[in-house]
């Protein structure tokens, strides 16, 4: 296979084909095939990059190889590379894809065209002959009938929907075997070329956008998974049978002209592809309809209660008609998002016949190198919680949510970034994030909140947690030439908001919306009131945490003057915010000039900035915690209240905000949730960020020089926890810690990746400095012994 930058620097030939209708823009499914022949598969080889407009299944004598294209854009419009050489067989051989073009239906997180398209290109090698099989020579293709969209819009039920298209597959339509060698397509129309594809390095179409770029991110991993139990419904005993008896030793068979149903619960949520396999029963309905949680008149209730309500069948869904033959199998052709599965079957002049029922998890295959353990094994169900809302949420990019949007949002990506820096010790999608961020750029030099996209939305506060998403990973990683790459788009949002600064020194009425976090009902839709009119401390305080970000990335790559423009911004904002929000009377800052609204969050920014003096921070945190007048964080902001509390050292008050995920876990989440309930989704990823803290506080692991040059090692321990032990991944290696604490004598014992020195700080604030290799342990013997990494 060729390298990244060979396959970025790659000559298209091939062309984008269609069927002879190409124009019409249609929700629409096209089926390609090409066969050729190989005398000897051992003297073959054959790579091809493939791309379509909207999406492609893509199949080699009849075996599923990949799918396809990962998001990205108009400019960076990808493909995928596969190497079939050890697929090849003796005598005929077919590539063979599956498109679906979305037309008017498609998901707002995808950029496609208006009309579909697909691209393949390659040369078949076997000993001095070569025979190309590029697009659209020799291709034939067929007009798929089978196919509708069943679109879900989600009005006043539920809020924003933004999803991919479900589908309503006939059976009866559907041309079965198409992708093997042996299938008669000579009833097939040749492929009709579009225009010649190109790549970034050629000049292009001057109709057609897509500009090809290959994929920059791993292959998906994909896994059976089975239901834990089926539910109510005349079907579900027949069914359990069903699930629980080996690979096609049972069948479950619905009479004619009859009605059944039932719900599959699969333990947790899952994200994935979920699949039927059936016999006869032409005329038959299916209709799979998918939940994260049971509902009662629209309200869901315990989780993990499942007597409490049914599935709602207003929720996205399928609809399958059998073709009546033996061994049909349909799967869905994106993925679904589903805890609960409602099953209703009606039979036509037929029965049915179910011969298996399956879903594979799918999700971006990050490896759990980081691992915890302590002495209070509910940090351990919070732990594996996160942990799988993680990988629920990450796919071809990181999501906020499966099941309603799989938009990637700054704000959420910033925290599962840290996820998979901590956790897994991957970067892939976290440095993907990135340059899809600076992408997003509008003409004015403001970064959208969310990308790829084909609706354009800002949201001014993400745009400055961006820049701290940039220090994020510098920090983690050292890449300075990386930090080149995404360092120069920094100053443009340092620049937006420089432009509607007034004449107080404060950032003031900000156009877009100006969301902060879900506290209802005292910030209506995610905004502080003192933003829809006027300056707004949060947004002030947010803007100094990032002004100081820039400065330090711009120091990096030696942009000293842009640096020092920032700081003494910075600083003179401080001094701004201080005189116009910094109530004397309440001992807080209130939530804007002349305002009486009191928050959590202008207050944790003023500490977490050093906008609140030291006195002033004393008298903050008599109130912080306690006083139900100052409109309270949820989750996404709980993360920066638990910086606040670690900042200042009430590291007695950081299992009060862990609580909350402790009560999650009682109310028998398997992923946690957006916010507090009501809450629309039960899988949001921007709530599993406790899991890296637990390594960045329990453990104490923190880099103390980018890209983890050398360590921090500093235990706090909070709550009643007296053991904990784990490891965490770096870019140099795993560390691995384990720590005992008895009263107040406490013992630690490392080890370190060779070439890592590393600074000890125990709670008592004794400090160690450790050489650059090996293992040691540290602090009161008689505790110590025993550790073990």
């Not at 400019?75 to 596969?82: D, I, K, L, P, V």
């Not at 039920?157 to 009866?172: C, L, S, Y």
């Not at 302590?374 to 990988?391: Q, Y």
Request: proline share 6%; net charge negative; glycine share 8%.
């Amino acid at each position: 296979m060729q390298s990244l930058e060979e396959l970025q620097q790659m000559v298209w030939d091939a062309s984008w084909a269609w069927s002879r209708d190409f124009g019409d823009p249609r929700y629409a499914v096209r089926y390609f095939r090409r066969t050729f022949t190989v005398a000897d598969p051992r003297a073959a080889r054959l790579v091809v990059h493939v791309s379509a407009d909207s999406r492609y299944r893509f199949y080699v004598n009849g075996r599923l190889v990949g799918r396809g294209p990962a998001k990205g854009d108009f400019e960076y419009y990808a493909f995928e590379s596969y190497d079939l050489s050890s697929q090849l067989v003796a005598g005929t051989n077919v590539l063979a894809a599956q498109v679906m073009a979305y037309g008017p239906y498609g998901p707002i997180s995808e950029i496609h065209g208006r009309h579909g398209a697909f691209v393949l290109q390659g040369d078949l090698c076997e000993g001095t002959r070569r025979e190309s099989l590029n697009t659209a020579d020799g291709w034939r293709v067929a007009v798929d009938q089978a196919y509708t969209a069943e679109e879900y819009v989600l009005g006043d039920k539920g809020g924003f929907f933004a999803i991919n298209p479900q589908e309503r597959f006939d059976g009866r339509r559907y041309p079965w075997g198409w992708q093997g060698a042996d299938y008669d397509d000579s009833g097939w129309e040749p492929a009709w070329a579009i225009a010649r594809a190109s790549g970034r390095s050629q000049g292009g179409h001057p109709r057609y956008e897509w500009r090809l770029w290959p994929r920059e991110i791993e292959m998906l991993a994909e896994r059976p998974v089975e239901a834990e139990e089926v539910l109510d419904g005349p079907l579900a005993e027949a069914m359990r049978a069903l699930l629980r008896s080996p690979a096609g030793s049972a069948t479950v068979t619905i009479p004619a002209r009859s009605e059944a149903e039932c719900t599959l619960y699969m333990g947790k949520l899952f994200t994935g592809y979920p699949t039927v396999v059936t016999d006869g029963g032409a005329g038959t309905t299916i209709t799979l309809t998918y939940a994260e949680a049971l509902t009662r008149q629209g309200e869901k209730g315990r989780r993990d209660d499942l007597t409490w309500g049914e599935v709602d069948l207003d929720n996205p869904r399928d609809i399958v008609m059998p073709g009546g033959g033996r061994g049909e199998a349909w799967q869905a052709f994106w993925f679904r998002s589903a805890r609960f599965i409602r099953m209703q079957i009606r039979t036509g002049d037929e029965p049915l016949v179910i011969r298996g029922l399956a879903f594979d998890f799918w999700c971006y295959p990050f490896e759990q190198r980081g691992r915890f353990e302590s002495d209070d094994p509910e940090l351990k169900r919070i732990w594996d919680v996160c942990w799988h809302t993680a990988l629920c949420c990450a796919h071809e990019h990181y999501e906020d949510c499966p099941s309603y949007e799989q938009l990637q949002y700054v704000s959420d990506t910033r925290l599962q970034a840290l996820i998979s820096y901590l956790v897994a010790g991957d970067d892939t999608l976290g440095r993907s994030a990135l340059l899809a961020f600076d992408r997003s750029r509008l003409s004015d030099g403001i970064t959208q909140s969310r990308y790829p996209t084909n609706y354009h939305q800002v949201i001014p506060t993400f745009s400055l947690l961006y820049v701290l998403m940039v220090e994020d990973h510098y920090q983690h990683f050292g890449d300075v030439r990386f930090l080149l790459r995404v360092a120069p788009g920094i100053g443009p949002v340092m620049h937006w908001f420089e432009r509607h600064m007034n004449e107080d020194g404060l950032v003031g009425f900000i156009p877009w919306w100006v969301f902060v976090d879900w506290c209802s009902p005292q910030f209506r839709e995610g905004v502080p009131p003192e933003a829809r009119t006027g300056p707004c401390t949060v947004v002030n305080l947010m803007y100094i945490a990032a002004l100081e970000s820039a400065a330090r990335l711009y120091h990096v790559v030696r942009d000293h003057h842009h640096a020092g423009v920032y700081e003494r911004r910075a600083e003179a904002m401080r001094q701004s915010v201080r005189r116009a929000t910094w109530s004397e009377a309440e001992g807080l800052f209130v939530d804007g000039p002349g305002s009486s609204n009191l928050s959590q969050h202008a207050n944790l920014w003023a500490i977490l900035t050093d906008t609140a003096k030291p006195q002033q921070t004393e008298r903050i945190m008599k109130r912080l915690m306690d006083d139900p007048a100052l409109t309270q964080t949820t989750y996404i902001h709980d993360y920066y209240l638990f910086q606040a509390l670690l900042k200042v050292g009430a590291y007695e008050r950081l299992d009060d905000v862990v609580g909350r995920w402790r009560k999650m876990i009682d109310y028998g989440f398997s992923t946690f949730p957006e916010k507090p309930e009501p809450t629309r989704s039960d899988c949001h990823a921007w709530s599993a960020w406790p899991m890296f803290e637990f390594q960045r506080v329990l453990l104490g692991v923190r880099p103390a020089e980018p890209g983890y040059k050398s360590v921090l090692i500093a235990p706090k321990p909070f709550g009643t926890i007296a053991r904990a032990s784990g490891r965490v991944p770096t870019c140099r290696g795993d560390i691995d810690v384990a720590w005992r604490r008895e009263g107040t004598r406490f013992a630690i014992k490392v080890r370190l990746p060779d070439g890592m020195p590393a600074r000890i700080e125990l709670p008592d604030g004794t400090v160690q400095v450790l050489p650059a290799h090996g293992e040691t342990t540290f602090g009161d013997a008689s505790v110590g012994a025993g550790l073990r990494l």
